[in-house]
């Protein structure tokens, strides 16, 4: 899988950790679950959320994924990419300082800080692949619930 576009205007921002033992991907996602297969309408797809958690997620996966995320995820995204041609555009918005950690369908875990629109956090796969994607949105204090919206599209990462 090649990872291209926000995620990469710098290495230092993007971490990634094999099949380290980090937060528990087997949960129940505390947002729910969608499956949405490639030319999804209406695209972006946006889910609101509490972004934050209790658990340092640099603590399991390295310095490189910054913030403090839940045990269970928070939203799973069961994606077919059908001809596997687009990108996959995974961003959070939101007023406060979030970060996202992925845990992507080869198991590899991808975390983001500043990538996107505004200082958000944002990943792009290019292209996306068929799998579960476990996704948790975290935030610099530990604890600390805030208002974020998850974005899943494949056309844009922008706030528009």
């Known amino acids: 899988m090649k990872i291209l576009g926000f995620v990469a205007l710098g290495v230092s921002a993007l971490g990634l ?3 380290a033992s980090a937060q528990d991907f087997m949960m129940e996602p505390t947002y729910g679950t969608i499956q949405l297969s490639s ?23 390295g310095s490189n994924c910054p913030g403090y ?9 069961m994606y077919d ?13 939101s007023a406060y ?17 500043d990538s996107g629109p505004s200082h958000n ?8 692949s068929d799998g579960l994607y476990d ?3 975290g935030t610099y204090e530990r604890g600390s619930l805030q208002d ?3 974005v899943i599209s494949e056309l844009s990462s922008s706030e528009d």
Not at 45 to 51: P, Q, S
Not at 121 to 128: E, L
């Open 17 to 19: 950790a094999g099949t």
């Open 39 to 61: 030319g999804f309408q209406p695209d972006p797809h946006e889910i609101d959320l509490r972004a934050g958690g209790s658990l340092d997620a640099s603590e399991k996966l």
């Open 69 to 77: 995320v839940a045990d269970a995820p928070d939203y799973d995204l």
């Open 81 to 93: 990419s059908g001809s596997g041609s687009l990108p996959l555009i995974i961003t959070v918005r």
């Open 97 to 113: 300082d979030t970060t996202l950690v992925i845990n992507t369908p080869d198991g590899d875990w991808i975390c983001d800080d």
């Open 121 to 128: 956090p944002s990943v792009r796969f290019d292209p996306g």
């Open 135 to 137: 996704i948790w949105v």
């Open 148 to 150: 974020a919206t998850l």
